[in-house]
């Protein structure tokens, strides 16, 4: 992987940002709402700030599938921390 991060990693970068956003004033904590909640809440928000900046969230959403399916198909068992080769 180009960036040196596998999928556990990424998503443990993902949940800080999650985490640091929900903790937002008038927001609900994460552990409070729940991480769907606070995901429609986030991309919602993230909706915004395209709209805002004349940034196509189409386009976005697009190439963050394009990645995610990439990576997602990059990393075989063997490249997963939790991975034994003995079964």
Known sequence: MADGLNNEDRA???SEVVDAYSHQPGM????NAGLQ???SDLLADMMHLADQEGV?????QLTAEMHFNSE????TPSSRK????RG
């Open 37 to 39: 909640s606070t995901l």
């Open 82 to 85: 939790d991975w034994d080769p």
């Open 12 to 14: 443990a970068r993902a």
């Open 72 to 75: 997602k198909d990059e990393e």
């Open 56 to 60: 196509p969230w189409e386009d976005v």
């Open 28 to 31: 609900e904590p994460v552990e």
